[in-house]
Every structure is written in structure tokens, then in C-alpha cells.
């Protein structure tokens, strides 16, 4: 009888979770919402108990139904989780959430990221952390919390991302894996364990920090009232896992160096694999480990994408009430391509990461006029968010490693129209695949499936992917883009000295 594994798969808002057999291939799967809450000075918080009921429900759901299907009896395996990245969650001893976690979008760390970098400058960060840290990072969101959560940081037994408060709650064991901890840049690649040296640069005490061990090994055993609450047995290997990154990099079948993924959601970034561990030649952003100990991705994150459309959408009346209508958007956005006049978007909602590496700067349109309509201002924002994502493949390309293919996954790839325009914006195809939303969770999957050995590695998860599209890019389209760019790359010098002086407090 083929093995079945369970993954779930928690996002920024909501959670999937799956079954798949040994090969990768769906059975089914199940979702539940959930929203983000903003506090004030910035910040941006989740319910890590709702998260986690959430995930619970939907997997006793998925479960309830796939449960006996077609007469034959289903029998889970194994479990493992892939989470949204570069959040904070403090616990207790019991593993009890301190304070709501921290979100990957919080900004209230922005005071403690310039504070570091006056006692530790970019390039002795880059040196000490193998990477230059902002707000966004962990480790000043670890400082903001010990500065300004005293009492809470005195009670802090462990200080965990996302997939690991989650792992915790499911076996009681404060865990990470090899590319989780690299996103802390407290890691040493070399040892793959905590660097206490960098540890004690920060400010941050290591015994805080979870346990370091391979995706595939295994966490422990799901917790009795766990496996009561979703009906399994008690005991069920529940493994380490991977965080969204390298787990949609696995899923979308890019597990070749030079393979290039990029996930549309909340947030874009862009995952390149590595053949070796490669510098920046800006001394600025480090890679992340992968799953292998042999291979690296290269994480190049734009800090809203899907996001911004939401935004848009929302100020614009087009989703309250009721649900988007997305065919109405397409067709909106297909009708203002030959009349944009030279609208931009620089979509900097909330600061901006690759290449600027930027908490301060914000989002602005530039070159509105009184004919542009809600058409027009949608293109601009799925034009701006393209943009910037050229500009950080830019800066990914310049570490040495060529780019085979690229991948698309998540829920944006599901609009033709901004996938095309993204493809005409990087002047490269892009491959669409089938159930582009699956991939963090069919990635999060692999890791109990190779962890088993019911696969000797994750080769096979080339094999399971089926490309759908690959959307061509016009020339003249892309040729008529390349000029928008170069447009579009004067945008941050030019209002870089307004966001500062925002945010400074200075008399304009």
C-alpha cells in the first residue's frame, strides 16, 4: 500500500493543507482563512492560536474525506509544514505564544535595525551576519522585542519563525532546519549551527534560538491531543520541514542550479538555486541553505506584490462587497495598455527590500493626470510591481549564476494578463504550472517523503510538474518596457530624500 503524508502549508492569509502519495502527487486538499491585524507604530500582527486552529481544521477536514477514498483506506505516514518566513513568535516553556507573532511585514523594527547599524555598519554586518539586515529581518525584531518587551523577553524560552511555533505546538520540540536558520543570519553555514559569536555581536542570547537539523529528519512524534483533534494516531513522525521559500522552490519542480522560481503572492520574491554558495558582489544580501548541503537559493524578495493589488482593489471599491470579479480587472487592465501616458507605480507599501534594502521608502504614483481611470491605475500597479521585480533579478544576476528557467507559483500566476505583462517586463519566458498554489505544500510534503524513504531525494519532483504556459514575451512590448524602466529606476533616488524626511521628522 502506497505511504501518504500530510503538509500544511501556512501562508500570510490562510493555510493548505494536503495529502499526497509518495510520488507527490495530490490527493486533495482543504483551506482556511485568516487575516492580519494592524497596531499602531507600524506594526503588523497574527494570532499564531488561530493560525494554528485553522491549520487544524482544515487538515481534519481534508482528512475526513480522503479517509477511505474509493473503499481503500488511507494511512498517513508521516506530516511536515511550510510557513511564510521571517516572522517572530516568543514562547514560553510550554511552548505557549508570549504575544501575537510578529509578522514578515511588521515594521516597528525599523528603529532597531539603524541602531545596529550604528554600533555595526553595513559591511561589518555583512561580514558578521553574512548579510545586511533591515527591519524585516528577524534579528531586529528579536532587538525591538528585547528592548521594548522586556518582561516578555526575560519568560522567552525560544524564539521562533512561523513553521517552527507551529512544528512546536504539533510534537513539543522547538525545531528549525538549515534554511530557516540561515534567515535568521545567525548561522554558521560552515558548522550548520548557531554562530555564537554573531549571536553575542546582536545582542541576542542563543540559548533562545531552537535546535538546528535537516528538513528530513524528524521533529517527533505528533503530540496525543494533536493526533486526537485530527484523528490520527498518536506518535506519526512529524519532520522538520522547510519554510515557504525552499519549499516552493521543491514544489515548482526548480531543483536544478540555475533553476529561477518566483512566487506571486502577498509578497514576490524570486528563489534561485545555486550551484555554490556565491557572494554578493554588493556585500549586502547572503544566501540562503537549502535543503541539500551541497546547494544554496538566492532569495530576492519585492516586499509587496500580491499585496499591492489587494491594496489597490480595496481603495478603489472593487472588493467590498463580494468577492473580486477578476475577469472584470483583466479586462480593465488589457483596455489601458495603450494609453498609460506614463504612469508609474513604485510599489513601496511597506518599504522595500531587493535592491534597495529600504524600510523608509513608500509607495507613490507619479505622472497621474485627469484622464487616468481605475484601468489605468491597476495597470500601473501590476506594471510597478514588475518593475521592481526586474530590478531585483538584476541584482541576483550579477552573483554569477545563469538563469535556466522561471518558474511562476502561487495564487497570482492564476491572472493572464499580469502574468504576461511580468513576462514582457523581464523579457524572459515564464512558465506557468498546473495547481501553481500547490507548490509550497507539495514542498513541504517532499521533505517527509524523502525523509521516509519512500523517494531517495527530491529529483523526482521535476518529474511530477507539468508546465501549463509559458507566456512568451512581446518585443515590442518589451522593448517599449525596457525604456518604463529605465524610467521607473530613477523613481527611488528621486524620492528617496522625501521618504527620509518623512520619516525624520524634517520641515519640508
Known amino acids: 500500500m502506497s505511504p501518504y503524508f500530510l503538509a500544511l502549508d501556512i501562508g500570510t492569509s490562510g493555510v493548505k493543507a494536503v495529502v499526497v502519495d509518495a510520488d507527490g502527487a495530490l490527493l486533495d486538499s482543504s483551506y482556511r482563512g485568516y487575516g492580519l491585524q494592524m497596531v499602531e507604530d507600524g506594526g503588523v500582527e497574527q494570532d499564531l492560536d488561530q493560525i494554528i486552529t485553522s491549520s ?45 507573532m510578529i509578522s514578515w511585514l511588521d515594521q516597528r523594527a525599523e528603529g532597531a535595525a539603524r541602531a545596529l547599524a550604528e554600533i555595526m555598519p553595513p559591511s561589518a554586518q555583512f561580514k558578521r551576519f553574512d548579510s ?10 528579536i532587538l525591538w522585542l528585547r528592548d521594548n518587551r522586556t518582561d516578555v523577553y526575560a519568560r522567552t524560552a525560544k524564539l521562533l519563525d512561523c513553521k517552527e511555533a507551529v512544528v512546536s505546538h504539533l510534537t513539543g520540540v522547538a525545531v528549525t532546519d538549515h534554511a530557516g536558520a540561515s534567515a535568521y543570519r545567525l548561522f554558521d553555514h560552515d558548522t550548520r549551527s548557531w554562530d555564537v559569536d554573531a549571536c553575542e555581536a546582536a545582542g541576542i542570547d542563543a540559548d533562545k534560538l531552537p535546535a538546528v537539523r535537516s528538513a528530513t529528519d524528524v521533529a517527533g512524534g505528533l503530540l496525543p491531543d494533536v493526533a486526537d483533534r485530527l484523528g490520527l494516531p498518536a506518535g506519526i513522525p512529524v519532520y522538520v520541514g522547510v519554510g515557504d521559500v525552499p519549499a516552493s522552490q521543491l514544489g515548482s519542480g526548480a531543483v536544478d542550479p540555475g533553476d529561477l522560481h518566483v512566487s506571486l503572492g502577498t509578497a514576490v520574491y524570486f528563489g534561485l538555486m545555486m550551484s555554490e554558495r556565491r557572494v554578493d558582489p554588493c556585500h549586502q544580501l547572503g544566501a540562503l541553505a537549502h535543503t541539500e548541503a551541497d546547494q544554496w537559493i538566492l532569495w530576492l524578495e519585492i516586499a509587496t506584490g500580491g499585496a499591492a493589488l489587494a491594496w489597490a482593489l480595496r ?16 479586462r480593465m487592465v488589457s483596455e489601458s495598455a495603450d494609453d498609460m501616458d506614463g504612469l508609474l507605480f513604485a510599489p513601496w507599501l511597506s518599504g522595500e527590500r531587493v535592491p534597495v534594502f529600504d524600510d523608509a521608502a513608500r509607495a507613490s504614483f507619479v505622472g497621474l493626470s485627469l484622464h487616468h481611470g481605475p484601468g489605468h491605475v491597476l495597470r500601473a500597479v501590476m506594471e510597478g510591481v514588475a518593475f521592481q521585480m526586474r530590478w531585483a533579478l538584476q541584482y541576483g544576476l550579477d552573483y554569477g ?10 495564487g497570482g500566476t492564476m491572472g493572464s494578463v499580469w502574468t504576461q505583462i511580468i513576462a514582457d517586463v523581464l523579457a524572459h519566458p515564464l512558465e506557468t504550472i498546473a495547481a501553481p498554489q500547490d507548490a509550497g505544500a507539495i514542498g513541504a510534503a517532499a521533505c517527509a517523503i524523502v525523509g521516509s524513504r519512500a523517494q ?46 518623512l520619516r525624520d521628522g524634517a520641515q519640508l
Do not use: W
Open 401 to 410: 549564476e545563469t538563469v535556466k528557467r522561471i518558474r511562476a507559483v502561487g
Open 132 to 141: 545586511v539586515v533591515s527591519a524585516k529581518d528577524i534579528v531586529p525584531k
Open 315 to 330: 481603495m478603489l471599491g472593487l472588493s467590498d462587497p463580494g468577492p473580486v470579479d477578476y475577469t472584470q480587472v483583466e
Open 456 to 501: 531517495p531525494d527530491y529529483s523526482f519532483l521535476a518529474d511530477r510538474v507539468t508546465v501549463t504556459h509559458t507566456y512568451l514575451p512581446d518585443p515590442a512590448r518589451s522593448s517599449e518596457y525596457c525604456t518604463r524602466f529605465a524610467q521607473y529606476r530613477r523613481l527611488y533616488d528621486a524620492l528617496y530624500p522625501i521618504y527620509h524626511d
Open 56 to 100: 487544524l481544521d482544515a487538515a481534519y477536514e481534508l482528512l475526513r474525506r480522503v479517509t477511505g477514498v474509493g473503499g481503500t483506506p488511507v494511512f498517513i505516514e508521516g506530516v511536515s509544514v511550510t510557513a511564510q518566513m521571517f516572522n517572530l513568535v516568543a514562547v514560553d516553556e510550554s511552548g505557549k505564544p508570549l504575544l501575537p
